[in-house]
């Protein structure tokens, strides 16, 4: 099975820079994921790590050390709109199963 | 785009009917998933399936069923609502040749 922990809220100014971590303990790890969900809406994909270091995508960069079972999501230069849960989610196995840790509430504040 | 559709947005129900959330995608994706979402809990699957009439348990299969008779088209079957069954479902879809899943908007359900 899986196990992924991450904080469960946080804060952060408008135009800074938050990091969200995660932590996963998993058999058959494959690769890691992060998500957005907006209040009320459904998740959508921002990044997928398989291999370990930084990948950058825009303000949104994500992190992965595999020998550690630790993942960062990096946003920079903060938007209100930015607020929102991070989830983070361990792919596993060999079907296209997903475990989600339960989500970081992100509020940005001006 | 991809798009993943879900039945009701909201969903009220008595203790004891029995329910069916319909789950449409139209990018020919091989694999379905159903999930529910729950605060303090997350997203926690309830069953996969990864071809026609094909079924895997998820984390949580107890007091469901589900349905795949058709590639685009997932059901998620409540056999006999309970109280403890009102929650957020989502479902959700993916290609083989991809791991990102296309989330649907979700169903709230709410059994009274």
């Known amino acids: 099975g899986q196990n992924i922990d991450q904080p469960t809220e946080m804060t952060a100014t408008e135009g800074a820079i938050v990091q969200i971590n995660c932590t996963y303990q998993?058999?058959?790890?494959?690769?890691l994921f992060w998500y957005q969900q907006h209040a009320g809406e459904a998740p959508t994909f921002l990044s997928y790590n398989v291999l370990d270091g930084l990948e950058e995508k825009g303000r949104f960069s994500s992190f992965l050390s595999r020998s550690k079972g630790y993942s960062y999501l990096l946003l920079k230069e903060l938007q209100m709109k930015d607020s929102a849960s991070y989830l983070c989610?361990?792919?596993?196995?060999?079907?296209?199963?997903?475990?989600f840790g339960t989500g970081t509430k992100l509020q940005v504040i001006p | 785009d991809v798009k993943v559709t879900q039945s009701s947005r909201y969903l009220v129900k008595r203790t004891g009917e029995k329910v069916f959330l319909e789950c449409v995608q139209d990018?020919?994706?091989?694999?379905m998933f159903w999930y529910r979402q729950d605060p303090g809990l997350g997203l926690r699957l309830i069953y996969f399936?990864?071809?026609?009439?094909?079924?895997e348990k998820g984390d949580i299969p107890e007091g469901y069923s589900v349905s795949r008779e058709k590639k685009e088209r997932f059901s998620l079957i409540l056999e006999s609502a309970s109280t403890n069954q009102t929650s957020m479902y989502l479902c959700?879809?993916?290609?083989?040749?991809?791991?990102?899943?296309?989330f649907g908007p979700g169903t709230r359900l709410t059994v009274t």
């Open positions: 990018m020919d994706h091989e694999n």
């Open positions: 998993t058999s058959g790890f494959n690769g």
């Open positions: 989610a361990g792919h596993s196995g060999g079907y296209q199963k997903v475990t």
């Open positions: 399936s990864y071809d026609v009439k094909m079924k």
């Open positions: 959700a879809s993916t290609p083989d040749t991809s791991y990102e899943q296309y």
